[in-house]
Each structure stands twice: as structure tokens, then as C-alpha cells.
């Protein structure tokens, strides 16, 4: 199978490559670019004139439900929806049901990703068993099964003695430890920033010393063990500042963000709409200021969807009794191009952001289109204005502030291991 | 990047008469003086011989009540009763309905019988704003206490009786004492108070008992009860409610007594004429001593009788609010 993306600006920041030209893919794999191979005779040709051609995006963190409840979504469902939002790759949090601690588990996503047939999914193995922080979970067969980290998601472990042990083990066999940093104690009964919004409405809030107490712990253990360590969506600006600092030490620490901790502040909870329930949440101007910095400075390197589906009656009740979390998959590069239409990023920084980053942070053959590479493509207009609707949209969650919203930059194909997944029509 | 609501506004109709009554927060000064008017016209309807009148015969208002509660429901059956409603008390203890859809149901299965008024109590902050925007918009929603939220009628009531106690609001200094981190009551007070004009509203309590940045409701904030205390009109004590209490918030009920207590001595420090309110029921000597509770600055029996008085207010006007929107949306759409 060939195929011709034909007059595109191609936008490949592992290969340094921003120009209009021609690309070229054969048999899953890309063969040239801007001059056909010989005896190349397209199959299918994709005019991408004034579009975007730049590598399918990785998102580091999306829960795609399976196993587990299936009125949230499956990884068919959730799959279709991350290849209309031009993602090729998506890490799993290991919080399904049953939890991913044993190879089973690893495999069955796994199998479940190849029928779907879409994209590909690596999922994150629970750092200790049943994530409940007491015994570690048997690492080195999950990495054997596809598991490409390891997380208690955002079950702390009380214990630092046992995750000292969990991250000296995982140091052993090189494999990296993923933080969703949040201190139990301090989070318990909170579902929202603790602010003067908070106050406000009543609601139980959740301080920032739940995420910088639990990341300064696992800094300093980080630290100690060698292990590799990643931290996953970010909310607060003093976070971003301690990660900076360790950086500068030398310690080779990585964080990402949330687009939605990027775009939106605690305020937008004003008149208790659910879909501002997120985890971690929403936080003030200066915390989204500072994870804007963070960006731009290169503390953080990746943007992720934290895409959280859920059926509509989690999010029918008062605020505090819904589900948190949103979707995320299909609107994750649309927001993402605010941050270029602001001037913050220029368009391949971003897609370095979406992209080559994550690839480098998870150490994934991915994120790049140099010649030979795995064909994984995300095609999109940068101009043009959709929505996101509930009748159109593809994951089985609806729950987003964002839905009927209006956006700019559509993606129009996405391609995996050479092979067209998703066309707009 | 989005747009967000004022939580207020889905209690107003269009031409900003009351239609819910979820909050103090935002309501203009001219509502929340009309609710004070049409209660004042209420007051004394409860020492006649018949204490009835027709502005609510023939709809059936649903007291719905998720958290246990004596004083309020009472008061509020007793208004929708002398408004001459026909009314339904729900007891629904939240430990046996787990979530949200429970609710959502609940609402939905009453809404069918027809009501015209649902009055709601709830733990969850929110509640009653997402009864009255998702669920049922179109039946007026009284709001009884949601979570930490608002609980704004017994606000009203409280500002009735401050004001039949001392006329106007602008001059008065007045100080809010006690659990002001779980308590709906203060912040509705709050909203209440400030809208009215009261300039200096002051919060009393340690600070594991304020919310983080209350000052930004306008309030100062004082640690230390004489200071605190100094120099009020009116001081409205909080209960302390021991229910919620689930996290180590004080030493103990008697550390808390000595140092946030409203006893004959630090009274004293007020104004002369300062009175005493609280919103019941009283812990005495927890955060009253009997002395102070029983004395005749207190005017916690007036703040009784004027809570039937304030619910009977808010319910005519909200039912009259709901009327004139339907019949204004009816007519848009001919």
C-alpha cells in the first residue's frame, strides 16, 4: 500500500523539518520525501494543501475505561475518538478494573488495542498491587506483557519506606516511575482548587500543598534511588519551580500538563457546572501562568489530554457528588493551537509538545517522521472552525466544557503504521 | 478561555424578579429589601385568629429534605401552610441513597405529581442551583441549606430581625463568631449584610475554623474574640456543628468555649446595646453561655418567628416570579 500526502507543510521537529513538500509512504513505513522513490505508483493520494502534516500525536495520559466500565467507554470507542483528534499513541493509567497489576491485564488491552485496530496504546502498570501501596506489583513480568511505566496513579503511597523500595526496584531494572502527585490526607473529601471561588460556593477545597508536599517527597526519593521519574499533569505553579530546580541540579526529571489546566482557572467553577470537576483541579491565574512558563521554559515538556470519559448520570448531581474529569481526545490539538495563536509556542514547539517530547519522556519509537520510521501521521487545517458536538463526537463521554464550543484547527487524517484510520468527511 | 455563569442569575427572571430563592449572593439590594418588606407585611399575621391567606391555595410545595432538620422544616411547612398550600414533607437520609441519580430521580418522580415547589435541603454545596437549573426548571426551588453553600432564608430571617432591632443597616458593625469554615449560614449572611450596606462585617474564629480567603467576601477577619467582639451592634453566633467535625480542627469543645464563647464578659465588650443572635439550635455553653442565650439581649425567639414569616415571603414571591416567567415565555412563543 502507497500513499501520497501531497503539498503539505510538513512539520517534523525530531528532524528539524518545517517546509511544504511531499511525503511519500510505503508498506507502513515512510519511504521519501519531497521526490518519489522509484517505481512509486500511489494507491491513495491525500491533497494536503494548507494543511498541517506533522507526526500522530502521543498523548502521555488518557483512560480509555477497558477493562472496566463500559458505559464510560471502551478501548474501541475511546480509540476512534483519540484518532479524530490526530492521536496515534495513548498511555493508559493502570486505574482500570481490574487494576493493571498483573500481566493479564497488559495483555488483554493490548489485544483489545489490535482488534480496534486504530492506534496504539501502551499501558502504564500499577507501580504496587491493587495500588493500594503495600506490596509492589511484579514489574518486570508487566514491562514483559507492554506496560512502559509504572504509577500508583494518584493512590500516594503511605508509606514512604515501601516507595523508596518501589522506585529502587524499578531504578533496577530502568524503568520509569510515573507521579500523579497527591497527598491522600490532604485531598481527602476535595473537589475543587482551595480558593476564594471555593469559599465562595461552599465546596471542599483541595489546597495546593496536596500536590507540592506529595512532590517534593517524591523528589527527594527520586533523588535517592536514581530511578527515572516522570510527572504527570501538573496544576500548580510551585510544582513547576521545584521540578525547575531539580532540573537544574541535574536530576533528570520530566513533568507534563494537562491542556485543561493550561486554558482554564478555578474561577470557571462559577455556577457549580460539573464538567469543571477535574483531578487534579482546576487552580488560579497565577498557578496556569506559571504552568504556561513552565511550558515555555522546557520544565514541562509534554501536553496530554488526562481524557476521562464518563456516562451522563456521573455528572448528573450536585458538584461534589459527580465523577472529575473530562474528555479530552478529540479536542486535545485544537486547544492545544490557542497556545500558538497567543504567541506562547510557535507551531513546531507545540508539536514537539504533542509529539517528539512524550516520545523521548516514555522512550518510544514514535514522534518522528525520518525516512524508514513507523508512518504514525496527523493531518490537520490549522484554520478551520468545527465544533464538538455530542451528536458527532466519538467517545462514549460527552463531559466537556467544551462541547458545542467553538474551535479552530481540525484535524482532517490520521494515519497509523501507514494506514488511513481516520478521513473527516 | 470559557465563559463562566454567575450562579445567582438562575434564580431571576428575565425582568430580575425571584423566581428560585438559592442564594444572597448578587441579588440586588431592592430584592432582598423586598423580601424584608413583604415579611414585615407576614410578622404579625401569626397572632391573629386565623392565620391564613390564599396566595399559595391550590399548589402543593414539596419540603424535600436529604439532611435531618427540625426547625427549618417546621418553619417552612408552617409558611407554605398559612399561605394555604398543600405541602409534602420528604425526610430522605442520603446514607441510604447513595448518588446523584438518586436525586435526579427523586426529582423527576415529584415533578410528575405536578408540584409547584420544591424546598430543598441537601449536604451537597450546589444542590439546589443544580435542582433548579438541570432538573426542574420550571418548579420554583427554595433553597434550605445546601452543604457549606447558602441557607439563604434563615440569612433573611436574621436580617429582618436586625433590622427590627436597629433600622438601618449602614452604620452598624456586626461580627459573625464561630464555625465559620463549615457554616452556610455566615456566608449567606455575608452575601446578605454587605448587600444591605453594613460596611463592618467581621468573622471570629481560630483558623482552622475559616475558610481560606473569606476576606475576599468582604469580612475582616479576627482570631481573637475581644478584639473581635469590640465595638459591635450585633453579634450572630454560629453553631458548632459538631456532625462535621470529622478532622482535627480543635482541641476541644472546651478550649473552644473559653476562647470563642459568647459569655456575659466578652459581651461586654460590645456595644451597649449590641444584641445577640444565633441560628438554633444552641450548644449552650459550647458557643453560648445560658446566661447570654437567656438574656434579653438575645433575640434568638425573634429569629423563630421571623423565619415563618421571611419563608412565607420568599415563597409567594417565588411562585409569583415562576407565574409571570411562564406565562411571559408562553407568550414568546405564540
Known amino acids: 500500500m502507497n500513499i501520497l500526502i501531497k503539498n503539505g507543510r510538513l512539520i517534523d521537529p525530531a528532524n528539524k523539518i518545517d517546509s511544504i513538500t511531499d511525503l511519500y509512504i510505503s508498506n507502513g513505513h515512510i519511504a521519501s520525501i519531497n521526490t518519489a522513490p522509484e517505481g512509486f505508483v500511489a494507491d491513495q493520494l491525500i491533497d494536503a494543501s494548507d494543511k498541517i502534516v506533522c507526526p500522530g500525536l502521543i498523548d502521555i495520559c488518557a483512560h480509555a475505561r477497558e477493562p472496566g466500565p463500559s458505559q464510560k467507554g471502551s478501548i474501541k470507542t475511546e480509540s476512534m475518538a483519540a484518532v479524530a483528534g490526530g492521536i496515534t499513541t495513548m498511555i493508559t493509567p493502570p486505574t482500570t478494573n481490574p487494576i493493571i497489576d498483573t500481566p493479564a491485564v497488559a495483555k488483554l488491552i493490548k489485544d483489545r488495542c489490535t482488534e480496534a485496530g486504530k492506534l496504539t496504546i501502551h499501558p502504564m502498570g500499577a507501580l504496587t498491587k491493587a495500588l493500594e501501596g503495600e506490596q509492589l506489583s511484579p514489574m518486570h513480568a508487566l514491562a514483559s506483557s507492554g506496560c512502559i511505566a509504572f504509577t500508583n496513579s494518584r493512590n500516594a503511597i503511605a508509606n514512604s519506606l515501601v516507595l523508596t523500595r518501589c522506585l529502587e526496584y524499578a531504578a533496577t531494572h530502568d524503568f520509569l516511575v510515573v507521579f500523579q502527585a497527591q497527598d491522600a490526607a490532604l485531598a481527602q473529601g476535595g473537589c475543587m482548587h482551595d480558593d476564594s471561588t471555593c469559599t465562595r460556593l461552599g465546596l471542599n477545597g483541595i489546597p495546593e500543598s496536596t500536590e507540592t508536599v506529595e512532590v517534593a517527597r517524591c523528589l527527594l526519593l527520586t533523588e535517592q534511588t536514581g530511578v527515572r521519574a516522570h510527572f504527570g499533569q501538573l496544576s500548580c505553579e510551585r510544582s513547576v519551580r521545584m521540578i525547575a530546580e531539580a532540573q537544574e541540579r541535574g536530576l533528570p526529571v520530566t513533568a507534563d500538563v494537562s491542556i485543561q489546566n493550561l486554558l482554564l482557572t478555578d474561577e470557571n467553577v462559577n455556577g457549580f457546572n460539573n464538567n469543571f470537576h477535574l483531578i487534579p483541579p482546576l487552580r488560579s491565574q497565577l498557578d496556569r501562568a506559571g504552568l504556561i512558563q513552565g511550558l515555555i521554559s522546557g520544565t514541562i515538556q509534554a501536553i496530554c489530554s488526562d481524557h476521562q470519559p464518563h456516562e451522563r448520570a456521573a455528572k448528573e448531581a450536585p458538584f461534589a457528588d459527580t465523577e472529575p474529569g473530562m474528555i479530552g481526545l478529540e479536542t486535545l490539538l485544537s486547544l492545544s493551537l490557542w497556545l500558538v495563536e497567543q504567541e506562547m509556542l510557535d507551531l513546531p514547539q507545540l508539536i514537539e509538545k504533542l509529539t517528539l517530547a512524550p516520545a523521548a519522556i516514555l522512550g518510544l519509537d514514535a514522534g518522528n517522521l525520518a525516512i524508514g520510521r513507523k508512518a504514525d501521521i496527523c493531518i490537520f487545517d490549522p484554520k478551520a472552525e468545527w465544533m464538538l458536538t455530542p451528536e458527532t463526537s466519538y467517545s462514549r463521554g460527552k463531559n466537556t466544557p467544551f462541547m458545542d464550543h467553538p474551535l479552530k484547527g481540525k484535524v482532517t487524517n490520521t494515519l497509523h503504521n501507514g494506514q488511513v484510520v481516520y478521513s473527516a468527511n | ?334
Open chain 2, 1 to 334: 478561555m470559557l465563559e463562566h455563569t454567575d450562579p445567582s442569575q438562575v434564580q431571576l427572571t428575565k425582568d430580575g424578579e425571584l423566581k428560585h430563592f438559592i442564594t444572597t449572593e448578587h441579588l440586588s439590594r431592592e430584592v432582598l429589601t423586598e423580601i424584608l418588606d413583604t415579611a414585615d407585611s407576614f410578622v404579625d399575621l401569626g397572632a391573629k385568629q386565623v392565620k391564613k391567606v390564599p396566595l399559595l391555595r391550590g399548589k402543593t410545595v414539596v419540603n424535600l429534605f436529604f439532611e435531618a432538620s427540625t426547625r427549618t422544616l417546621s418553619t417552612f411547612e408552617l409558611a407554605a401552610k398559612r399561605l394555604s398550600a398543600d405541602v409534602l414533607n420528604l425526610n430522605i437520609s442520603t446514607s441510604s441513597t447513595s448518588k446523584g441519580e438518586t436525586l435526579k430521580d427523586t426529582l423527576m418522580t415529584l415533578h410528575a405529581m405536578h408540584s409547584d415547589m420544591f424546598v430543598v435541603r441537601h449536604s451537597s454545596s450546589g444542590a439546589a442551583h443544580f435542582i433548579a437549573e438541570h432538573v426542574t426548571p420550571d418548579v420554583a426551588v427554595i433553597n434550605a441549606g445546601d452543604g457549606r453553600h447558602a441557607h439563604p432564608t434563615q440569612a433573611m430571617l436574621d436580617m429582618l430581625t436586625i433590622r427590627q432591632a436597629k433600622g438601618a443597616f449602614e452604620p452598624l458593625s456586626v461580627a459573625i463568631v464561630g464555625d465559620i469554615l463549615h457554616s452556610r449560614v455566615a456566608r449567606s449572611q455575608i452575601h446578605a449584610l454587605r448587600t444591605l450596606g453594613v460596611e463592618d462585617i467581621r468573622v471570629i474564629a481560630p483558623n482552622t475554623l475559616l475558610p481560606h480567603h473569606i476576606e475576599s467576601l468582604g469580612v475582616k477577619v479576627y482570631t481573637n474574640m475581644q478584639q473581635g467582639i469590640k465595638d459591635v451592634d450585633v453579634v450572630m453566633m454560629l453553631r458548632l456543628q459538631k456532625e462535621r467535625m470529622n478532622s482535627a480542627l480543635l482541641p476541644s469543645e472546651s478550649e473552644f468555649y473559653k476562647l470563642y464563647g459568647l459569655t456575659m464578659d466578652k459581651l461586654a465588650l460590645a456595644k451597649p446595646d449590641a444584641v445577640v443572635m444565633h441560628p438554633g439550635p444552641i450548644n449552650r455553653g459550647v458557643e453560648i453561655a445560658s446566661s447570654v442565650a437567656d438574656c434579653d439581649r438575645s433575640l434568638i425567639l425573634d429569629q423563630v418567628t421571623n423565619g415563618i414569616a421571611v419563608r412565607m415571603a420568599v415563597m409567594s414571591m417565588a411562585v409569583s416570579g415562576q407565574t409571570k416567567s411562564r406565562s411571559n415565555n408562553n407568550g414568546t412563543e405564540v
